[in-house]
């Protein structure tokens, strides 16, 4: 019993030998105040760091939610603008096909619109040739201008003859004969020609188809020397015609700008429409009341020297008439 005792006795020393050590009294105080100081001062600078770490990552995550939701609008707009751009090319394409389509359909109605056009100018040159040589018939005449649409249709005469005149190129040198254009307009020129050869048609033209006139008068002062000389003539012959009656000479007469355009009809080389323009000047200076009223004019602006030229042509109807005129223009001396 003692000897166990004994062990358990040593047993207990060994504890407390590891239990304790020996320290001075300094010593433990300095350290027990480096302790205190440490429980102190330790948490504030400790707690400090970590709440200002914590801030910054509390900023951190709440910058990256922002940019991961910015990234996912983002992503969102991409897709709807990649939606969008399918739509507008899906558009584009469609409309570009609707546009091909209709550029084929207008090539077409053009082709269709030059076909028509060429069949209406060959028709037309067709009939009113028809109706040209029908014309020369005085009974053919009074039952066209007796009809519903004669007015309408030397209106129609009279913006054909300008679109036709508009339509000629500026360098142009000479003209097709053959050409349908040309033969329809001469075709109506030629119709008035007829219808104004006719004392009731004068009568007509005068009366109702003073457009026609004017028309006439203003292409003949718009086409240069030496073009379309046959329409000219026909155009000459038909004013010469009207002028035939007494009301249709003074309508020609006192119309703005008729005593220029006989000067500028007298310089074409074309000894037609030199003859078919003394011829009308002629008529001016036999009809005493009409000259009365252009005597001061003509004496003023008379190109006498081309008269006198012309009265020398060899073409001796141009050569008569132009002697026959300087005869007439005489009396202008004792007009003054």
């Keep these: 019993m003692r000897r166990r005792a004994g062990l358990a006795g040593d047993a207990q020393k060994a504890e407390t030998k590891e239990e304790f050590v020996k320290v001075r009294r300094r010593d433990l105080e300095r350290l027990t105040t480096e302790v205190m100081q440490l429980r102190d001062f330790l948490p504030k600078i400790v707690n400090g760091d970590i709440l200002a770490t914590f801030q910054k990552l509390d900023a951190i995550e709440s910058n990256m939610e922002k940019k991961e939701e910015e990234i996912e609008q983002l992503k969102m707009d991409c897709e709807h603008f990649r939606a ?17 389509d209709l550029r ?3 090539n077409e109605a053009k082709q269709q619109l030059l076909q028509q056009a060429e069949y209406c100018t060959e028709m037309g040159a067709a009939v009113c040739t028809l109706l040209w040589g029908v014309s020369s018939n005085e009974e053919a005449v009074k039952s066209i201008l007796g009809g519903s649409k004669a ?9 054909t003859m300008e679109s036709f005149v508009k339509s000629l190129s500026e360098d142009m040198k000479q003209q097709d004969l053959d050409s349908d254009e040309n033969q329809f307009v001469l075709a109506l020129a030629g119709i008035v020609t007829n219808v104004a050869a ?7 033209l005068v009366s109702s188809s003073r457009e026609l006139l004017d028309t006439m008068m203003h292409l003949l002062g ?11 003539v026909l155009m000459l012959m038909s004013l010469y015609n009207v002028s035939i009656n007494l009301k249709g000479l003074k309508y020609i007469s006192e119309s703005p700008g008729f005593i220029p355009l006989l000067w500028w009809l007298l310089n074409d080389p074309d000894t037609e429409v030199c003859l078919h323009a003394l011829r009308l000047l002629q008529s001016v200076i036999l009809e005493p009341e009409v000259l009365a009223k252009s005597a001061s004019e003509m004496r003023d602006t008379l190109p006498f020297q081309r008269i006198i030229a012309l ?3 060899r073409n001796a109807d141009l050569q008569a008439l132009a002697k026959e005129l300087l005869e007439d223009l005489k009396i202008l001396e004792y007009e003054a």
């Excluded at 899906?90 to 546009?99: G, I, L, S, W």
């Excluded at 718009?222 to 000389?229: A, F």
């Design 84 to 100: 969008r751009l399918e739509t507008a090319q899906a558009d584009c394409m469609r409309e570009k096909k609707e546009k091909l």
């Design 198 to 204: 006719l004392a009731c048609g004068r009568e007509f």
């Design 104 to 106: 084929q359909q207008l």
């Design 151 to 159: 007015v309408k249709f030397f209106t129609i005469t009279a913006q």
């Design 311 to 313: 009265s020398k042509n």
């Design 222 to 232: 718009d086409m240069k020397p030496g073009l379309c000389t046959k329409f000219k």
